[in-house]
Nanobody, 119 residues
Framework: QVQLVESGGGLVQPGGSLRLSCAAS????????MSWYRQAPGKERELVAG???????????NYADSVKGRFTISRDNAKNTVYLQMNSLKPEDTAVYYC?????????WGQGTQVTVSS
């Protein structure tokens, strides 16, 4: 059974940091490109950050312009986990954050974790 389980969300003040984790099971994690998406109320789901199965070494990483320089995506294939380190958080980063796994024609989603940036 395929599972993507996000954790690490919560309430944080502007300028603060959070680290999201997504634990994967039920598929060969290292084969899959992993991404983080987010969806704010009333808005479409958008790509935040993504990296290929090779990760940062020999692979490619891309970020939404709005998070470049503040967010960092990484993966640990030994732990079947992908992370999103979020620094200098802003109120406009408030959203439900989803983990996504993609390989060939297969796509899996997590259930999401809420991130709220507010004073």
């Amino acid at each position: 059974q395929v599972q993507l389980v996000e954790s690490g969300g919560g309430l944080v003040q502007p300028g603060g940091s959070l680290r999201l984790s997504c634990a994967a099971s039920g598929f060969t994690f290292s084969r899959y490109a992993m991404s983080w998406y987010r969806q704010a109320p009333g808005k479409e789901r958008e790509l935040v950050a993504g990296l290929t199965s090779a990760g940062g070494t020999g692979g490619s990483i891309n970020y939404a312009d709005s998070v470049k320089g503040r967010f960092t995506i990484s993966r640990d294939n030994a732990k079947n986990t992908v992370y999103l380190q979020m620094n200098s958080l802003k109120p406009e980063d408030t959203a439900v954050y989803y983990c996504n796994a993609r390989w060939v024609g297969l796509v899996y989603w997590g259930q999401g974790t809420q991130v709220t940036v507010s004073s």
